[in-house]
């Protein structure tokens, strides 16, 4: 039972040793403290110069100045700070969206530092007309204190979020309509197309020639009457009669076939 208590007091202890340790703020040196305090008083000064600045002013030093230009105008406005190339021109172009995405800037909240290895981030939250957003402007952690990166962000809102979706779902159905149309059209106009070959075939000419149809000539059927003993019997005694008559004589005439000849009037 002891040990169980003593377990339960380490687990606790180790506990609120952790909550202690997480909730203690980082200390800084007096150096570190006045660097914070310099980029913050800087950060501040670059909003204001950014926010006030009209599209005239904006175009001109996002647009019309080169790099070296405007890093010369940020270092005689703040006070020789130096500015690497393109940071005032980010922190101009991120900010107009911001304040667009935002419907209007309403207020801004209370400036956070914080000295993250070789660098120096001053976090401004932003609030807006639709939703909230936070500025980081970042330096270098080094003698100079360069100003290196300026970033202003939105927050999306839930029911951005969905507008945003039903927004691309719309885009999405009528792409996927676009193009099935499109592809039955192209299939209905090939359909079409291929229907109408018939119509400009060239039909052959048929002549139409008469033709004479000739009945073929019925063969001559030979009647073969050597089997017919009656009708034979029948002719010889006409023959004989005939001989008796003294009319004329048929010695050695026999009949072995018996023909009709066909006579034409």
């Not at 979706?165 to 999405?172: I, R, V, Y």
């Amino acid at each position: 039972m002891k040990k169980r208590l003593i377990t339960l007091f380490c687990v606790i202890a180790c506990v609120l040793s952790l909550t202690a340790c997480g909730s203690a703020e980082k200390s800084y040196t007096d150096l570190e403290k006045d660097k914070l305090e310099q980029c913050e008083s800087i950060s501040e000064y670059v909003y204001q110069y950014v926010s006030q600045m009209d599209e005239k002013n904006a175009n001109q030093l996002t647009k019309e100045y080169k790099k070296h230009e405007t890093a010369a105008v940020f270092q005689s406005l703040f006070g020789g700070i130096e500015a690497k190339y393109g940071a005032l021109e980010g922190m101009i172009t991120t900010y107009r969206q911001m304040e667009s995405d935002m419907g209007g800037i309403v207020e801004t909240g209370d400036l956070t530092s914080a000295i993250e290895g070789k660098e120096i981030v001053v976090t401004m939250p932003v609030k807006g007309n639709e939703c909230d957003g936070e500025i980081k402007f970042t330096y270098s952690n080094d003698i100079f204190t360069k100003f290196i990166e300026g970033n202003a962000t939105a927050f999306t809102t839930f029911s951005q979020k969905m507008e945003e979706a039903g927004s691309h779902m719309g885009d999405a159905g009528l792409n996927t309509l676009l193009g099935m149309g499109s592809v039955f059209i192209v299939l209905i106009l090939i359909s079409l197309i291929i229907a109408s070959f018939g119509l400009f075939k060239k039909k052959p000419e048929v002549k139409k020639e008469e033709v004479k149809q000739v009945a073929p000539a019925a063969p001559a059927v030979e009647e073969d009457l050597t089997d017919d003993t009656e009708l034979v019997a029948v002719i010889m005694a006409a023959i004989r009669a005939y001989e008796g008559s003294g009319a004329g004589s048929t010695d050695g005439f026999v009949v072995r076939s018996i023909k009709k000849a066909n006579r034409r009037i």
